[in-house]
């Protein structure tokens, strides 16, 4: 069983509940995302653990952990979740945590990634599925698929297309189906 860590739109966490993979909570560090509706619509138990309600970032992590395991969890899916995992939350769940991500890691980490690929003229940036760890995108990559950035006005659409069929597909993978 999956829990999903969000933090905004949500999208990602459609694409996995539209797979049919076997999500059973959905936790966010922001209240009132659009991916939190997204999952009450689905029939899931939502919380939200939002960083000023903890005295620091290992309690609010290690809580979170601690609800999801709860709610059957033994992998963890960060789809568009923002913040950056302790080792409080990381060593709950070893090796069975993944991110996507909109870019070639370890080309553009961090949250500008399509815009840095765009200022950056390449050619090519893509979309990267890989475990995490404390770093800020640093994890073992799992898959990697390239996306060209050309044309513009229509890249982070493109890129979102192809999260949306990877992203399941390793989940899909790493759940045995
Ligand atoms: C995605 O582009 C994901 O790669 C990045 O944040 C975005 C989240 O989108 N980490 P959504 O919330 O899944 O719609």
Same mark, same amino acid.
């Given at each position: 069983?999956?829990?999903?860590?969000?933090?905004?739109?949500?999208?990602?966490?459609?694409?996995?509940?539209?797979?049919?993979?076997?999500?059973?909570?959905?936790?966010?560090?922001? *209240? +009132?995302? =659009? #991916?939190?509706?997204? $999952?009450?619509? @689905? /029939?899931?138990? &939502?919380?939200?653990?939002?960083?000023?309600?903890?005295?620091?970032?290992?309690?609010?992590?290690?809580?979170?952990?601690?609800?999801?395991?709860?709610?059957?969890?033994?992998?963890?899916?960060?789809?568009?979740?923002?913040?950056?995992?302790?080792?409080?939350?990381?060593?709950?769940?070893?090796?069975?945590?993944?991110?996507?991500?909109?870019?070639?890691?370890?080309?553009? *980490? +961090?949250? =500008? #990634?399509?815009?840095? $690929?765009?200022? @950056? /003229?390449?050619? &090519?940036?893509?979309?990267?599925?890989?475990?995490?760890?404390?770093?800020?995108?640093?994890?073992?990559?799992?898959?990697?698929?390239?996306?060209?950035?050309?044309?513009?006005?229509?890249?982070?659409?493109?890129?979102?297309?192809?999260?949306?069929?990877?992203?399941?597909?390793?989940?899909?993978?790493?759940?045995?189906?």
């Amino acid at each position: 069983m999956i829990g999903v860590l969000v933090s905004g739109e949500g999208s990602n966490l459609q694409a996995l509940l539209a797979a049919r993979l076997p999500v059973c909570a959905v936790a966010s560090n922001r *209240p +009132g995302v =659009r #991916a939190l509706e997204r $999952a009450e619509q @689905a /029939g899931l138990p &939502t919380r939200v653990f939002a960083l000023d309600e903890f005295a620091d970032r290992e309690q609010r992590d290690r809580a979170m952990a601690s609800w999801l395991q709860e709610l059957g969890a033994r992998m963890v899916v960060c789809a568009g979740y923002m913040h950056l995992l302790t080792r409080a939350f990381l060593d709950r769940f070893p090796d069975r945590i993944v991110n996507v991500h909109p870019s070639l890691l370890p080309q553009f *980490p +961090g949250a =500008r #990634a399509i815009d840095d $690929a765009l200022e @950056a /003229g390449v050619e &090519t940036t893509g979309v990267t599925v890989h475990l995490v760890d404390e770093g800020l995108d640093t994890g073992r990559v799992i898959r990697q698929e390239p996306v060209p950035v050309r044309p513009a006005e229509t890249l982070a659409e493109r890129i979102h297309a192809v999260e949306h069929r990877l992203l399941p597909a390793v989940v899909g993978e790493l759940c045995g189906r």
